[in-house]
C-alpha cells in the first residue's frame, strides 16, 4: 500500500469525528437544509480527504438521485454521500456536491452532533434549499 496523502484545510473546518481528519471548510457550504436518517446533514460544494464507494440509484425525499457514500480516507468511517447525477431538472445543482452527516463530523467549534431519535426519513436528502 503506497502513502497515504492528506490535505490540512485552515480556517473554519469540519473533522472526521473518530479520527479528526479534515474534510471541509465551512465557507464550502451550499446548504445546511439537508436531513439523513441520524439528523442534520450540510450539503458542500467541495470535500476532501475522501473516498468514494459504489455508485448506486438511490430514491431520497426530492426523487431519484444517482450517489456515491464517502468514506473519510484516514479511518475509512462513513461521512456522507456525494450526488453523482440528479434525476429531476429542479435537482441538478447537487450534481458534483457531497454531503456529510452532522452526526459523523465534528464542527469548527469542535461541537459534535448526535443522533436524532425522532428522525426516521426512508431516503435522506434535503427538505428545503
Known sequence: MGRLFVLTLEGKIYSCKH???HLALSENIVSKSFHCK?????LFSKVV???SGEIENRMMMTGMHTVADIFCVCCGSIVGW???TAH???QKYKEGKSVLERFKITGPDGSHYWASH???VAGSD????
Do not use: F, L, P, R
Open 38 to 42: 441520524h439528523g442534520k446533514a450540510y
Open 126 to 129: 434535503a427538505d428545503d434549499v
Open 88 to 90: 429531476e431538472k429542479s
Open 118 to 120: 425522532d428522525t426516521h
Open 82 to 84: 456525494k450526488y453523482e
Open 19 to 21: 479520527c479528526g481528519t
Open 49 to 51: 480527504n475522501v473516498t
